[in-house]
């Protein structure tokens, strides 16, 4: 299991993404129980929500050079912005990214068309 910060360079040699506990509170104070649904959401659309985006980096970025904010966004999307934030969420939250977790699934998935594959034979 990986818990480590998304390296996040644009904004300075130290800084990354990563998402404490009182972050995640944070979080849930401000979008209700739901949450994690909705930030999950919100990050994962082909359009991310400029909100949630903006809240999550507000909350994520830590060890920023002292300047860095004058270079936001620092020449990313926002699609590209979220795609690091759903990583660094994810991390914290399963200890894996997101693309690690679509493969886990894809794996057990195989592993369950194999099981009803051997049944039906």
Same mark, same amino acid.
């Given at each position: 299991?990986?818990? #480590?910060?998304?390296? !996040?360079? =644009? *904004?300075?040699?130290?800084?990354?993404?990563? !998402?404490?506990?009182?972050?995640?509170?944070?979080?849930?104070?401000? !979008?209700? %129980?739901?949450?994690?649904?909705?930030?999950?959401?919100?990050? %994962?659309?082909?359009?991310?929500?400029?909100?949630?985006?903006?809240?999550?980096?507000?909350?994520?970025?830590?060890?920023?050079? =002292?300047?860095?904010? &004058?270079?936001?966004?620092?020449?990313?999307?926002?699609? @590209?912005? *979220?795609?690091?934030?759903? @990583?660094?969420?994810?991390?914290?939250?399963? %200890?894996?990214?997101?693309? #690690? &977790?679509? =493969?886990?699934?894809?794996?057990?998935?195989?592993? *369950?068309?194999?099981?009803? *594959? #051997?049944?039906?034979?």
């Amino acid at each position: 299991m990986r818990t #480590e910060p998304v390296a !996040f360079p =644009e *904004a300075g040699a130290k800084a990354v993404l990563r !998402f404490t506990v009182d972050d995640l509170e944070s979080l849930e104070l401000d !979008f209700g %129980g739901a949450w994690l649904a909705i930030v999950v959401g919100g990050l %994962g659309d082909r359009d991310p929500s400029p909100v949630i985006v903006a809240r999550c980096m507000a909350l994520a970025l830590k060890g920023e050079d =002292e300047d860095a904010g &004058l270079d936001a966004p620092w020449g990313l999307t926002p699609k @590209d912005l *979220a795609v690091r934030l759903l @990583d660094a969420l994810h991390r914290v939250i399963h %200890g894996k990214t997101t693309d #690690e &977790l679509k =493969e886990a699934k894809a794996a057990a998935d195989r592993v *369950a068309a194999r099981k009803v *594959a #051997e049944t039906a034979s």
